[in-house]
Nanobody, 126 residues
Framework: QVQLVESGGGSVQAGGSLRLSCAAS????????MGWFRQAPGKEREGVAT???????YYSDSVRGRFTISQDNAKNTLYLQMNSLKPEDTAMYYC????????????????????WGQGTQVTVSS
């Protein structure tokens, strides 16, 4: 049973930083994509950043240059370092995982992923 548990959300002022963590357990895939998605009230869930087993990363245009996704394989933990936060970054942030490879363009699509965490709230005030 794969479990993904997010933490690290909170409230911050615009221009500030937060680091989200996603602890993964029960994962036995030799290769995988893991990603961060977010969903603001009244909006669809959108892909933010993804990372492959090899360390290859992919970002949405809205966060590229401000957010950094990384993983610590020894700790089975995924991270999202968020800098220069804006009010429009306010959303529930979800961790997701998928066994096997995928096209880069598909890794920001919600339908690509099989496993999801419960989410952690990020609120950025102006």
């Amino acid at each position: 049973q794969v479990q993904l548990v997010e933490s690290g959300g909170g409230s911050v002022q615009a221009g500030g930083s937060l680091r989200l963590s996603c602890a993964a357990s029960g994962y036995t895939c030799s290769s995988y994509w893991m990603g961060w998605f977010r969903q603001a009230p009244g909006k669809e869930r959108e892909g933010v950043a993804t990372i492959y087993t090899s360390g290859s990363t992919y970002y949405s245009d809205s966060v590229r240059g401000r957010f950094t996704i990384s993983q610590d394989n020894a700790k089975n933990t995924l991270y999202l370092q968020m800098n220069s936060l804006k009010p429009e970054d306010t959303a529930m942030y979800y961790c997701a995982a998928k066994c096997g490879s995928s096209r880069y363009a598909d890794t920001l699509r919600e339908a690509t992923y099989n496993y999801w965490g419960q989410g952690t709230q990020v609120t950025v005030s102006s």
